[in-house]
């Protein structure tokens, strides 16, 4: 079993923020920011090609709700959530990042330095998905 799903289990603790029947929402062992969360559906999958509509809808909602927290209460214009998949989900466990942003804070995107097809042929490949 996945930490994460020792966390869902109550196998490992967490400082949980809230929790439906389908989502659990508690804050990152190493955060960016204050307020920074991970966002875990109950049913572990590694890829968001396994979990229900219903689930990622309300993943949705809850960083709707974060966000307008962190503007309301914590005076953040800006947020981040951000989500890696495949054998890039490093826990195995689908996990959606929410965090805060303030000007200066020091995170940020590293960019690899290597040059990326962005042609039209690359938009009308993606456009397949949509088909």
């Known amino acids: 079993m996945c930490d994460f799903c020792k966390i869902i289990n109550k196998e490992i603790d967490a ?6 029947k389908r989502n659990i929402v508690f804050l990152d062992y190493c955060p960016t920011n204050k ?7 109950k049913i ?9 509509d219903d689930t990622l809808m309300e993943i949705n909602s809850i960083i709707k709700k974060l966000v307008k927290f962190y503007q309301d209460q914590y ?15 490093e826990y195995g466990h689908y996990h959606m990042h929410c965090f805060p942003r303030y000007e200066g804070d020091g995170f940020g995107w590293v960019d690899s330095g290597k040059e ?14 949509f088909i």
């Open 15 to 20: 400082h949980v923020v809230h929790e439906t």
């Open 44 to 52: 572990h999958a590694s890829t968001i090609l396994d979990i229900p």
């Open 75 to 89: 005076g953040a214009k800006s947020y981040t959530i951000m989500q890696n998949g495949g054998e890039c989900c």
């Open 116 to 129: 990326h097809d962005h042609s039209e042929g690359v938009a009308k490949s993606l456009r397949e998905a």
């Open 35 to 41: 307020g920074h969360v991970l966002i875990c559906p």
